[in-house]
């Protein structure tokens, strides 16, 4: 796996990026460049229906706005809503996400769409083909100004194996204080050790050594003396799923109760439904 193919995440796990090919990003393309022709062909034939009375300046200034919306409004507003998807993209099981793989926002989806209109309708999508072919991530230029790029949702990659509790630090985490974890940096946690068996041995160690590093500063008392990083990471995450879900299920247990007492009837009287 080369540096290309990786990506940085939270506090610098290296992960396979699992950026899309170009020619899965030309067949999702062509497929939403359809449907935008489609639906701009629908919208003016909608307008040509209606009989207005306007002169040139007004016609001309509808028209670009229905182009606009076509061609910017409507993927910025889809790929808005899907978190990084279209039509084409789900079609090929493609999605649009950030460089560091996160999910992208309203600005991301207007600058790709904005950009867009030159690189692929302008030029007829030779602009935006050269370009994904020269980038290792099948990147075009509206993604190098937005930062995002196109990923494999599937076929890219297997989930990840459930977290186990290493028996020899059962106890040591059963009795440690364990303070709530940045969301961040248990996801990263989480994340290297699903990945940690396909990285390089010295990134590997450098990187679990690190994330160990940062994750006992909310573990109290340390573990064992010589305990490897890995098993470390497992058991403090093991360990807190544990007691969240221990907690969450006594909080719907109240819940229920509380729910349950309220609604009951004062002593005495008969509930006529019963």
Known sequence: MSDADEILIGEGVALESGAAPVTLRML???????????ALYFAFAVFDAIPFNLNDAWLGAISILITFTCLV???MTVETLTRGKSLGRLAVGLRTVRDDGGPITVRHAFIRALVGVVEIYMTAGMLAVGTSMLSSRGKRIGDYLAGTYSMRTRGGGQRLAPLMMPPHLAHWANTADIARLPDSLALTGRLFLGRAASMRPESRDRIGRQIAAQVGQYVSPPPPPGTH???FLAAVLTSRRDREYAQEVSRLRRADAETARVGALPYGVVDAEK
């Open 28 to 38: 999702s393309g062509l497929l939403d460049v359809a449907i935008t022709f489609a």
């Open 73 to 75: 409004f409507l993927p």
């Open 229 to 231: 990083p890995e098993y």
